[in-house]
């Protein structure tokens, strides 16, 4: 099984950036391919990470490095959250170079960039030691032109309606 990897970002204000990188990780492990996924921004027993834990534990893993707060910019970024962010860029780093995953995915991370819990430079210098045959997936909401130049596939999620806008909250097994 061997294939050159590329770099994917899935971006843009509709749903289904995760759940995309989801889908690319459950395909490659029906071919015995390992996934390892940070997963910025989220922490919590997302049905992801339930179903990955109970029954695929052997070939996708999904590390969070979000604190138990969503983030809303609100009172700006606190130490805890550039210190978990940077935890998780290094254990992405860690699994690229580690030898064992075919696919890693940086899920949120577009979105630290643009709240500036991270900075590009980092990122950018990851995307550049990443091994020939290791598929690297960003996701996030706003990414940045310089991620978009560097990457091999583009796919933007336009939101047309969305049922939150009927007040309708994320539901279990569905959106978390």
């Known amino acids: 099984m061997d294939f050159q990897g590329q770099i994917q970002v899935y971006t843009g204000n509709g749903k289904g950036k995760t759940t995309a990188a989801l889908g690319l990780a459950l395909r490659a492990a029906g071919r015995g391919m390992k996934t390892f996924m940070a997963q910025f921004l989220k922490k919590g027993e997302y049905g992801e990470l339930l179903a990955v834990r109970e029954r695929l534990a052997d070939l996708i893993t999904i590390e969070q490095f979000g604190l138990p707060e969503f983030h809303h910019m609100q009172n700006g970024v606190s130490a805890a959250e550039v210190k ?17 995953y075919r696919i890693v995915v940086l899920d949120e991370i577009n979105t630290l960039l643009h ?45 047309i309606r969305h049922y939150f806008q009927k007040n309708i909250q994320a539901r279990t097994g569905i959106e978390k």
Request: net charge negative.
């Open 84 to 100: 978990a962010a940077e935890a998780g860029l290094a254990a992405a780093g860690a699994a690229l170079a580690a030898g064992e």
């Open 115 to 159: 709240f500036q819990i991270v900075t590009i430079e980092p990122l950018l210098q990851l995307m550049e030691r990443k091994p020939a045959n290791v598929e690297l997936v960003l996701t996030g909401r706003y990414a940045p032109q310089a991620i978009l130049d560097r990457a091999d596939l583009v796919t933007e999620m336009k939101e």
